[in-house]
C-alpha cells in the first residue's frame, strides 16, 4: 500500500498487517522501502520523519527542477542525511556544494546535471559509497583530484562542461564502467584513463583531441568507444586486439585518413562510424612535426601520419616497395590499374629512415619480454627505469601485424586500402600496419595478395 503523510509530503510503502490497523513501527521485513522528497518551497522543516529512519532500506530524495540555489541545510542536518542513497538535483541553480556534503554517507547515486555549478568541493571524493555521479550540463573548469576517493564509483558523466583535463587520480577509479566526458575542452586524455581496467564504455565526442593515448588498449573489457568530433589525426595501432571491443565512432574527423590494420581482421565483426573522415587537409604544423608516408600514383597523392611514438621509421632496401600493399589493392579493384608505378617520400627520410631495428628498440622488446616473464612486473622492477622509458614498456606503441613482436620506436609501416563497410562497396578506407622487420613486412603483402 502507498499513503501519503500529510505532514513532510511523503510518500510511505508499508504493510497492512491486520485488519483496520496499519503498523508503521513493525512492517514486514520483505518491505522494500523507499521514500520520495517532493518540495515545492523552502519549508524544509517538513522532512520530520525521523520515526521511519529505522525502517528505510533504499532512501530517495527528488529535488530536480525546483529552482534551489543551495542544498537545504535542515535536510544536510537531518538525521535522515546519512540513510540517503539517491540524491536527484537536476535543473535547480545551484553554483556550489557544500563541504558538508560529506554527510551523505551512504549515498550511491549524485545526479547534479543542469546547474551552474563551477567547482566540485573536495569534500565529494569522502562519498566512499557513490556509484554514480552526474555532473553534466554545469560550468565545471576541472574535477577535483580527491574523486579518486570514490572507490565505488561505476559510472562517471560530466558532459558539456569546461573541462581542460582530468584529474591524475583518475586512475585510481578501479570499478568505473562508463565515463562520459563529451563536450568539453580537452586536448588529450591522460594515459592513466587506460589503467581503468573495468571501462566498458569511452565517450570523448566533441573535443579537441588530435590523439588518443595508446593505454587505451589495455582496457580489455572496453566495449564501445566514441570520439566523433575531434581533431583527430591517429588511433592506437592495438585497437583491435581489444577483444570485447563491437564499436568505434570516429565520425567528423577530417583529418583521420587511416584505421589501424588490426581492426581489419575484425571486419563484420564491429560497428565503426567513418563518416567525415580524411576529408581534410593537414596543416603546415602537422607534416613538420611528424613523420609522413606519401605515397603518390596516377593523379592522386595518399599522406599517412605515422603514430608519434615511431621516432624512427624502419623501410625495406627499396624505398618504393612502401607503396606495393597499396598498389595491390588498387589493381585488385580495378585491373586497369596493373602496371602503374608509385613515387614514395618520407617527411623526414634523410634523418629518420632505417633498415634494421635501432640498439635502443632491440633493448626495449627484450626488456619487455623479460619483465612480462617475471613475478615482480608491478613491483620494483619499474623503479629502476627512467619514467619516459617505463611509459614504454608499461604499452608497447603496437604489435607486429605479421608475427605479432612488440614494437616500440621503430617500425616498417604497412599501408593499404580496402572496403570496411559491406553496405558502402565504394567506400574505401585506408589501413596502417606496422611490421618488426622487412622478413615481416613482405611476409604480410604475400598473405594479402592471396
Known amino acids: 500500500m ?33 521514500f520520495v522528497v517532493q518540495l515545492s518551497t523552502f519549508e524544509y522543516e517538513a522532512l520530520q520523519v525521523s520515526f521511519m529512519a529505522s525502517v528505510l532500506m533504499n532512501p530517495l530524495i527528488s529535488l530536480n527542477y525546483k529552482g534551489l540555489e543551495e542544498i537545504p541545510p535542515s535536510m544536510i542536518n537531518s538525521p535522515l542525511t546519512a540513510n540517503v542513497q539517491h540524491l536527484h538535483m537536476k535543473g535547480n541553480r545551484l553554483t556550489e556544494l557544500p563541504e558538508s556534503i560529506h554527510l551523505f554517507e551512504n549515498l550511491k547515486v549524485l545526479y547534479l546535471q543542469s546547474n551552474r555549478i563551477k567547482l566540485l568541493p573536495n569534500a565529494v571524493g569522502a562519498l566512499k559509497n557513490l556509484e554514480l555521479l552526474d555532473v553534466s550540463f554545469n560550468y ?38 562508463v565515463l562520459g566526458i ?24 566533441s573535443n579537441y583531441l588530435t590523439h588518443l593515448p595508446k593505454e587505451l588498449c589495455n582496457l580489455n573489457r572496453l566495449q564501445e568507444l566514441s570520439a566523433a ?12 586486439r581489444i577483444k570485447t571491443l563491437v564499436n568505434i565512432f570516429v565520425d567528423n574527423n577530417p583529418l583521420l585518413n587511416w584505421l589501424p590494420l588490426s581492426l581489419k581482421s575484425k571486419k563484420g565483426k564491429i560497428n565503426i562510424g567513418l563518416n567525415r573522415c580524411g576529408i581534410g ?21 595518399t599522406s599517412t601520419i605515422l603514430p608519434k611514438e615511431i621516432s624512427r621509421t624502419m623501410c625495406p ?30 617527411t623526414h627520410d634523410a634523418k629518420f629512415v632505417i633498415r634494421v631495428p635501432t640498439l635502443f628498440e632491440l633493448t626495449l622488446r ?60 565504394n567506400h574505401l578506407f585506408q589501413f596502417l600496419g606496422l611490421c618488426c622487420s622487412e622478413q615481416c613486412f613482405y611476409q604480410e603483402l604475400a598473405s594479402h595478395i592471396q
Open 229 to 240: 568530433t575531434n581533431n583527430l589525426m591517429t588511433l592506437p595501432q592495438d585497437l583491435g
Open 366 to 425: 627484450t626488456y619487455y619480454t623479460l619483465l612480462r616473464m617475471s613475478k615482480h612486473v608491478s613491483g620494483n622492477s619499474w623503479t629502476i627505469l627512467p619514467r619516459n622509458i617505463e611509459d614504454l614498456l608499461r604499452c608497447p606503441t603496437a604489435h607486429c601485424c605479421q608475427c605479432a613482436q612488440v614494437l616500440f620506436t621503430s617500425a616498417i609501416p604497412f599501408i593499404c586500402q580496402d572496403n570496411f563497410d559491406p553496405k558502402k562497396p
Open 281 to 301: 587537409d593537414l596543416p603546415e604544423h602537422t607534416v613538420l612535426a611528424y613523420q609522413l608516408v606519401n605515397i603518390k600514383w596516377k593523379e592522386s597523392t
Open 140 to 177: 565545471l573548469e576541472s574535477l577535483p583530484e580527491e574523486i579518486g576517493g570514490l572507490k565505488k564509483l561505476k559510472k562517471l558523466y560530466a558532459f558539456s562542461n569546461r573541462l581542460k583535463e582530468l584529474p591524475k587520480s583518475i586512475e585510481a577509479l578501479q570499478n568505473l564502467e
Open 182 to 205: 563529451m563536450k568539453n575542452e580537452l586536448s588529450s586524455l591522460p594515459p592513466r584513463v587506460g589503467s581503468l581496467t573495468e571501462l566498458v564504455e569511452l565517450n570523448v565526442d
Open 2 to 34: 502507498t499513503e501519503v503523510c500529510r505532514k513532510s509530503r511523503c510518500y510511505f510503502h508499508f504493510t497492512q498487517h491486520r485488519a483496520g490497523s496499519v503498523a508503521y513501527q513493525r512492517p514486514c521485513l520483505r518491505l522494500y522501502l523507499m
Open 317 to 346: 632496401a627499396n624505398i618504393a616497395a612502401l607503396s606495393l600493399p597499396l598498389l595491390h589493392s588498387a589493381r585488385t579493384r580495378d585491373p586497369s590499374n596493373e602496371g602503374v608505378e608509385a613515387t614514395v617520400s618520407l
